[in-house]
């Protein structure tokens, strides 16, 4: 799984496995190759992981508080929720994965757990898109869709940081069979290095300068973990260096891309809108605005103002 970052204690550039069986072989193990042979154990789990699917269409909710509107109904294949407070939810606590479209995955918490019948769960008071993941919200996440719970079941891939962005072939199953077994899981997974990226900017703003230019600016996030440090006058940048891109659209179209920027601001002049659109244009503008990291543009903000 190309996963957000979930702890200091693992590098920011590696992905994230779980496995389970039924009944559990004890530990599995995680077999690498570049080639189809040539297989060589990457690392081990020695806890089966909870998956599950989605019961029902899960729609998209507000982000940075609870979402009490949806319900987020779950088929676990193994394992049981409980109820918690809402601080244990704030620091981890009841938070799952949720492949929202191949590969790309919401981090959803709730506070709130119940069992209706054998295996499916309701969910409820819901804390949406964590860890940046907002960009990952659909409307809806389809039934079916795999529920992965984040716990000790879940662990990092041991990779070096020059081996994402390309595909490798993969095989899980039992630590006590080879690479070869037929019983194993034979996958293509390539790495992206998720936990790279960027989150998306917040709080844009839009002034009116007289004159009739047009001063842009938004907040920049962190996704470095001293960034929940609320004694912190400003959060830690998390990036080698301060950077953002900025889309101007006309409707769908692309008109200017603004690239460079070091400073969470643009002057959009009227200079700039005559040659965009044609005249100094004065009514709502569509922007899209985007921190830039070691992998380009991060979660992108699409917003009118």
């Given at each position: 799984?190309?996963?957000?970052?979930?702890?200091?204690?693992?590098?920011?550039?590696?992905?994230?496995?779980?496995?389970?069986?039924?009944?559990?072989?004890?530990?599995?193990?995680?077999?690498?190759?570049?080639?189809?042979?040539?297989?060589?154990?990457?690392?081990?789990?020695?806890?089966?992981?909870?998956?599950?699917?989605?019961?029902?269409?899960?729609?998209?909710?507000?982000?940075?508080?609870?979402?009490?509107?949806?319900?987020?109904?779950?088929?676990?294949?193994?394992?049981?929720?409980?109820?918690?407070?809402d601080t244990a939810v704030f620091s981890g606590t009841?938070?799952?994965?949720?492949?929202?479209?191949?590969?790309?995955?919401?981090?959803?918490?709730?506070?709130t757990a119940s069992l209706q019948s054998p295996g499916?769960?309701?969910?409820?008071?819901?804390?949406?898109?964590?860890?940046?993941?907002?960009?990952?919200?659909?409307?809806?996440?389809?039934?079916?869709?795999?529920?992965?719970?984040?716990?000790?079941?879940?662990?990092?891939?041991?990779?070096?940081?020059?081996?994402?962005?390309?595909?490798?072939?993969?095989?899980?199953?039992?630590?006590?069979?080879?690479?070869?077994?037929?019983?194993?899981?034979?996958?293509?997974?390539?790495?992206?290095?998720?936990?790279?990226?960027?989150?998306?900017?917040?709080?844009?703003?839009?002034?009116?300068?007289?004159?009739?230019?047009?001063?842009?600016?938004?907040?920049?996030?962190?996704?470095?973990?001293?960034?929940?440090?609320?004694?912190?006058?400003?959060?830690?940048?998390?990036?080698?260096?301060?950077?953002?891109?900025?889309?101007?659209?006309?409707?769908?179209?692309?008109?200017?891309?603004?690239?460079?920027?070091?400073?969470?601001?643009?002057?959009?002049?009227?200079?700039?809108?005559?040659?965009?659109?044609?005249?100094?244009?004065?009514?709502?503008?569509?922007?899209?605005?985007?921190?830039?990291?070691?992998?380009?543009?991060?979660?992108?903000?699409?917003?009118?103002?």
């Amino acid at each position: 799984m190309n996963l957000p970052q979930l702890s200091e204690d693992f590098p920011d550039w590696q992905p994230y496995a779980a496995a389970h069986a039924a009944p559990w072989y004890g530990t599995a193990a995680v077999w690498r190759s570049a080639t189809t042979d040539g297989f060589a154990v990457l690392t081990t789990i020695s806890r089966p992981g909870w998956f599950g699917t989605l019961a029902f269409p899960f729609y998209a909710g507000p982000t940075n508080r609870f979402d009490r509107s949806n319900e987020l109904w779950v088929d676990m294949i193994a394992g049981q929720f409980a109820s918690v407070s809402d601080t244990a939810v704030f620091s981890g606590t009841n938070w799952l994965a949720i492949e929202t479209a191949p590969d790309l995955w919401e981090i959803v918490g709730f506070a709130t757990a119940s069992l209706q019948s054998p295996g499916r769960w309701r969910l409820t008071r819901l804390l949406r898109g964590l860890l940046g993941t907002e960009d990952a919200i659909a409307n809806p996440a389809p039934a079916g869709a795999r529920v992965v719970v984040l716990d000790g079941g879940v662990k990092p891939l041991p990779i070096g940081s020059a081996d994402y962005g390309a595909a490798w072939n993969w095989r899980i199953g039992a630590s006590s069979k080879p690479a070869g077994d037929p019983a194993n899981l034979a996958v293509s997974f390539a790495p992206t290095a998720r936990g790279l990226r960027p989150w998306r900017p917040c709080h844009a703003r839009r002034v009116n300068l007289p004159g009739g230019d047009i001063a842009l600016s938004w907040t920049r996030r962190t996704r470095a973990f001293a960034g929940d440090n609320w004694a912190l006058t400003e959060v830690p940048l998390g990036e080698a260096a301060e950077g953002y891109e900025i889309d101007i659209l006309n409707g769908a179209a692309l008109v200017r891309t603004v690239s460079g920027l070091a400073t969470p601001a643009f002057t959009y002049t009227v200079a700039m809108r005559t040659a965009d659109f044609g005249a100094p244009v004065s009514g709502a503008l569509a922007v899209r605005i985007a921190q830039v990291g070691a992998l380009g543009r991060g979660a992108i903000l699409d917003i009118t103002l």
